[in-house]
């Protein structure tokens, strides 16, 4: 039976003659965590990452809002092409981050705000995020606090996320890294398979969706991604079977 939420098939298996893989990280590879820094990340993932991104001639991107120097350590291993911070930075693209003035100055704002609210903030290189998991009857004042301080702060814009609010550079996007990375060899011509867990991942599922491809949403929620699967094991079991290899686990 369809969920009231649309996708609920999982995924036909990769192509690996075709396809162009573009995965979020946290809540997608990973199980979201309490803690940004308390995520339990598979021995064998960056190096499977890089097994398979071998299967698709290099076909294979991370796209996450974390700062790239975390993604960088988690997937160790992985070398390929990496964006960060919601499509504000890179790595191995030669395209130079989106660096908004004020940064220092913000993150000192919501930092206080965090401290004031008993929030956990969250620095990241190009912006900064509170989240109010442990407080989520301080959704709504927080989500008001981080609307005001992107008016004070125009360069940065405000990305809900779950649990949390993000204040990140304006026009960084998903969706715009996805068009930018299919352009370029060797994702051009290749058919966009992306797969996310958020609504920061919903431009890009729908993205791809309508370039030729098809999205994978991971976990519940709507979306408008053809494909579901329900927790990020699942991704990596997914992920592995291409290269005849059991679930990355834990
Ligand atoms: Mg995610």
Partial sequence: MRDPFGATEAPPALDTAQDALFLDFDGCLVEIAPRPD??????????????LAA??????????????????HYLAGFDGPMVGSHGAESRGL???????EGLLALQAELAEFAAQKGLLYEPKSLGAGLHFRARPEL???????????????????VQLAKMAVELRPRGASKDGALARLTRRAPFAGRRPVYAGDDVTD??????????????VKVGPGDTA??????????????????????????
């Fill in 94 to 100: 030669g395209e130079a981050p989106l660096r908004p």
């Fill in 55 to 72: 299967r698709l001639d290099g076909a294979l991107a991370i796209v996450s809002g974390r700062s790239l120097r975390e993604l960088e």
């Fill in 38 to 51: 308390a995520i339990c990340v598979p021995d064998r993932l960056g190096l499977g990452l890089a097994a």
């Fill in 202 to 215: 919903e431009p890009a599922l729908a993205w791809a969706e309508a370039h030729g491809g098809y999205g």
């Fill in 139 to 157: 959704q709504a004042e927080t989500e008001a606090f981080a609307a005001r301080a992107a008016l004070r702060f125009p360069g940065f814009e």
């Fill in 225 to 250: 991604a053809s494909y579901r699967l329900g927790a990020p094991d699942q991704v990596r079991a997914w992920l592995a079977r291409p290269l005849g290899e059991d679930a990355w686990d834990v």
